[in-house]
């Protein structure tokens, strides 16, 4: 999993409220993203990083950002979290633009 | 829309037998990656075949790749339990993107 920590693992919130998933990797892999993974759309890109203070949006970014201040840490905030935004976040990581990528376990978030 | 798109959605076969998985996609390419996601857990990356390469081996994998026809093939040989899991393609299309399809589920039946 190259070092790929997601936190929380779970986690359940109401509908308005501001949601951050934090992941954090071990590794100084350049390129990290996030995705989110609904039944019958597989994985879509949420936003992706290339660097310190370098990110940019994927195909499904309305309502959500993220941050990246240190390699180590990225972070997706859901500035008012929908129902629509129920679904299971992945984290993953990549050394080389083009190469294969690491994933973390996963966070599952449900907005009631 | 997805870029890749798998075929079939879900494969159930016996243990021993063969299990091949389809990949298409729409776009310029610059490799095609498969992943393998067991039930509740992230993914993990199982091959990759770069866009001047027509077919790579690793284990029991097998996986080729047309691009005249954009799409690739997985190959699984004499297929154990430990297999079943969702199995999912994704294409490189450059600037940092790494597109994935919608995944074949794959059951094997002891």
């Known amino acids: 999993d190259a070092g790929i920590t997601q936190s929380p693992r779970h986690k359940v919130t109401e509908t308005g409220t501001p949601v951050t998933l934090r992941c954090h990797q071990t590794?100084?892999?350049?390129?990290m993203y996030w995705y989110r993974q609904d039944p019958g759309h597989g994985l879509r890109l949420i936003h992706y990083s290339y660097g310190v203070k370098d990110t940019d949006k994927g195909e499904v970014s309305d309502g959500y950002s993220v941050s990246r201040s240190k390699t180590e840490d990225f972070l997706l905030t859901l500035e008012s979290a929908t129902s629509s935004q129920t679904s299971v976040y992945f984290c993953?990581?990549?050394?080389?633009?083009?190469?294969?990528?690491?994933f973390g376990q996963g966070t599952r978030l449900t907005v009631v | 829309s997805q870029q890749g798109e798998e075929d079939p959605q879900a494969l159930s076969i016996q243990e021993g037998e063969n299990a091949t998985m389809n990949c298409s996609y729409k776009?310029?390419?610059?490799?095609l990656q498969w992943y393998r996601q067991n039930s509740g857990r992230g993914l993990v990356h199982l091959i990759l075949?770069?866009?001047?390469?027509r077919e790579k081996h690793s284990g029991r994998l097998r996986v080729t790749l047309d691009t005249s026809k954009k799409s690739s093939s997985l190959l699984i040989t004499a297929s154990r339990a430990a297999d079943t899991a969702s199995y999912f393609c994704?294409?490189?299309?450059?600037?940092?993107?790494?597109?994935f399809g919608q995944g074949t589920r794959l059951t094997i039946n002891p």
């Open positions: 776009t310029s390419i610059n490799n």
């Open positions: 993953a990581n990549q050394p080389s633009t083009g190469g294969l990528a690491f």
């Open positions: 994704a294409t490189d299309v450059g600037a940092q993107k790494l597109v």
């Open positions: 075949i770069r866009s001047n390469e």
């Open positions: 590794e100084n892999h350049r390129y």
